[in-house]
């Protein structure tokens, strides 16, 4: 570790602990605890530099910080909000543990920020991905099956990727999901995609006859297919089908939406979808309702 690390790891001790903590028992994705784990750093300079042990804080001072950095760096709401989340779960996993007695951030309240409304696809354009390749080859049926069945489940792509063979009830149409904190819910997937998915299997038992890989979905060379690799096709795909931005996520907002469009109940679509909160899920009723202004504006009688 460099020099200006190891003085950054000691003026915030911890740190480790904090990111084993976030990953494991939150279950936040990799790219959100480095983000946090980038934003704690910056924040433990900024108290070497100043001279004071981050355990006797207060908040006024961390509103000083915070307004230095809205004003001298001209940081984005998100990116603010950000460093103020990872600052006070940091303090919040620090008396949890009993490390500290008593968090300086605990009466310091971050700004709620505007939810942002989902995209998503409509019907007509999944379909055109799915009839834009001709899927003849073993990574183009791949990825055509990973598309019916993060349309056909509303997984993320990371469920998507460690997919384990032994998740599938061909039988009876349900796949086992392992969603964030390591919790396991039962999706139920229509006779569409049980065929794809059946079709892709005979492909990859004739391609790796003796690979015993956990993973479902693998490379051309029989190990895990990234998610890099994963990311790639889905982008090269929608440039294909004239849609530019496409990402894995897309799928699972697009999931959600139309099942409440088409009739489903709210606490049904949190089940599939894995949310811990209902409130999580709600934000898809905004954006089916934004579908029924501009369907009223159309066909109302009177302008």
Known sequence: MPEEG?????????????ARYIRLERGLSSNTVEAYLSDLRQW???????????????????????WKLKTEKNLSAASLFRKMEAIKSFYVFLVSDKKIEKSPAASFRSPKMPRRLPKTLSTSEIESLLRVEEFNTFEQLRKRVMLELIYATGMRA??????????????????????????????????TAIAWLKRYAKAREARFPARDAAEFFLSRRGTKLSRVQFWREIRDLGKKAGIS???????????????????????????????????????????????????????????
């Not at 190891?6 to 904090?18: G, I, M, N």
């Not at 108290?47 to 355990?55: N, Q, T, V, Y």
């Not at 086992?176 to 997937?189: C, D, F, M, N």
């Open 158 to 191: 990371s469920e998507i990727l460690a997919l384990k063979s032994d998740a599938i009830n061909f039988q009876d149409g349900w796949v086992r999901a392992l969603g964030k904190g390591s919790k396991e819910r039962l999706i139920p997937i229509h006779s």
């Open 6 to 18: 190891k003085a950054v790891s000691q003026s915030l001790p911890w740190l480790e602990e904090y």
């Open 44 to 66: 433990a300079s900024h108290l070497k530099k100043s001279g004071i042990a981050f355990e006797r804080i207060e908040a006024r001072a961390l509103e000083s910080y915070f």
């Open 245 to 303: 931005n496409l990402h894995p996520h897309l799928f699972r907002h697009s999931f959600a939406t139309h099942l409440l469009q088409n009739g489903a109940d709210l606490r049904s679509v949190q089940e599939l979808l894995g949310h811990a909160s209902l409130s999580t899920t709600e934000i898809y009723t905004s954006v089916d309702r934004s579908g029924l202004k501009k369907a009223h504006e159309r066909f109302h009688p009177r302008p």
